[in-house]
């Protein structure tokens, strides 16, 4: 990295450090100004209830909870919207069998399709995930529809008469082609997901991030609520930082000067 | 080892591009596919390779192992040169691409990227890919367009030595007429509207070079708009 590069990290980084205290000042501010903790509580209150929430293992708890949740739901939700997705890019048949489904799929309410779930599947993780999964996958599937559409016909022509193993096409020709859009389907599809889930605990699970928002509503505990969520919110920002965007910069790596 | 007959392809819109096309090749044969732009020769290669069955008539093909080269490069761009070499062969050591690439005039491209190289640099990448998988038949579109003279003649030397010495065939499609006289054994010019096969020349290997010149001229006099086609495509 040169030091003009590094300089410009730095500004970068001195900026949403700005951002971010000037947030909690209009926070603390505003708590201030409503003086009433049980309507809005102070950032401080909030940070010593999340700072005991997480010594009692409640919030780690919980947390384990949803983020299990997240992660089968995403990585299911992945999988199965980038395998329909493919298809329909590349077969056109396929594609116009499927597509009145996905715009089905896509303009359905979350709300319908979780308690659709839970009266047929039953009130279980099961039923949790696959609601989640039915609907974040439709968005997976468009994005891979379009990667698919795009790939590179003159690849696909030399992968043929060279003969490639199916398994090697894949690897090799395909997967590389559709990196960026399963990179962005999956940043796009984290973000979603883990709120998604939340909504499907709040409905329907005994324990979880949506279960203890759910309660602290019912106690109109204000300071549980932002306990709980943002510090469910700032893992996913971590995870959407240190891991999904790291993974976007790779897939489109090649594109830059090797 | 490649026949096929084209009675007739189609576009989208019905309109006929190719009418009564046969070509045959046999171990030894370096057959030219001559024509203007847009005359069919791209498309009767695709039909060739197995890449467009929607045509009538047959092909039969007994190759092992076909290379090709396309009218792009069709190289994998997250994959350096080597890479690309080594994606379609198992068996390719280390200093057979090293020789494959020095022998097209790459000796320093194994670890570039493709974006590293100008497009006649990777026509000749695709060139040594092609001949990385030993192959008995040849298929190659415009092989020689964006080369200069003393490339493309070093290009035609490595793919006839690879003809006399592997007995392969090789079906190619070019614009040039000197280079097509001086590298074919047979010369096939596709013209008119739909195309269909208006000249067939043999030129033995042995030929000589009176033989060649006579049938330059001959090609010149029939179908000297082949003459004005751009040498790079």
């Known amino acids: 990295m040169s030091q003009a590069e590094r300089r410009a990290t730095d500004r970068g980084a001195l900026f949403r450090l700005t951002g971010l205290i000037g947030f909690l000042a209009i926070w603390w501010l505003a708590a201030q100004a409503v003086a009433s903790p049980n309507l809005l509580p102070s950032p401080l209150r909030v940070a010593i209830y999340t700072w005991h929430a997480t010594e009692s293992g409640d919030l780690p708890r919980q947390m384990a909870f949803t983020l299990a949740r997240v992660l089968v739901a995403f990585v299911i939700a992945m999988a199965a919207g980038s395998a329909a997705g493919y298809a329909m890019g590349r077969s056109a048949r396929i594609d116009a069998i499927a597509d009145p489904w996905l715009v089905i799929a896509l303009n359905l309410p979350l709300l319908l399709v979780v308690i659709l779930a839970y009266i047929w599947i039953g009130l279980n993780d099961l039923a949790a995930v696959l609601a989640v999964v039915a609907a974040k996958a439709p968005s997976v599937v468009v994005t891979l529809r379009e990667g698919s559409r795009a790939l590179d016909p003159g690849l696909d022509d030399m992968a043929a008469v060279f003969r490639l193993p199916y398994t090697r096409r894949l690897r090799e020709v395909v997967l590389p082609q559709l990196a960026p859009y399963l990179a962005a389907a999956g940043r796009s599809g984290l973000s979603i997901t883990w709120k998604i889930v939340l909504v499907v605990e709040l409905l329907g699970r005994p324990n979880g991030i949506g279960f203890v928002l759910n309660s602290a509503f019912q106690n109109f505990d204000v300071t549980a609520i932002l306990a709980y969520g943002l510090a469910f919110a700032v893992i996913m920002l971590v995870v959407e930082a240190g891991v999904l965007q790291p993974l976007e910069r790779r897939a489109r790596a090649w594109r830059g000067d090797a | ?233």
């Open chain 2, 1 to 233: 080892m490649l026949e096929a007959r084209i009675a007739a392809k189609r576009l989208p819109s019905g309109e006929t591009l190719l009418h009564d096309v046969a070509l045959a090749a046999a171990p030894g044969d370096i057959v030219a596919l001559l024509g203007a732009s847009g005359a069919g020769k791209t498309t009767t290669l695709r039909i060739l390779l197995g890449l467009d069955r929607s045509f009538d008539g047959d092909l039969r093909c007994r190759a092992a192992r076909i290379g090709a080269v396309f009218q792009e490069p069709a190289l994998l761009p997250w994959r350096t040169v080597g890479d690309n070499i080594r994606l379609v062969t198992h068996h390719a050591a280390p200093t057979d691409i090293a020789a494959l690439l020095r022998d097209v005039g790459l000796p320093e491209a194994e670890a570039l990227y493709p974006r590293q190289l100008s497009l006649g640099m990777r026509r000749r990448a695709a060139v040594a890919r092609a001949l990385a998988v030993d192959p008995d038949l040849l298929v190659l579109d415009e092989p020689f367009a964006s080369l200069d003279p003393r490339m493309a003649g070093l290009i035609a030397e490595r793919l006839a030595v690879h003809v006399r010495t592997r007995g392969a065939a090789i079906v190619v499609a070019m614009h040039d007429i000197d280079r097509a006289t001086a590298f074919a054994t047979r010369i096939l010019v596709l013209s008119g509207r739909p195309a269909t096969v208006a000249a067939r020349l043999e030129l033995p290997a042995d030929a000589s070079d009176a033989d060649r010149a006579a049938i330059r001229a001959r090609l010149l006099d029939s179908f000297g708009f082949l003459a004005d086609a751009p040498a790079a495509l």
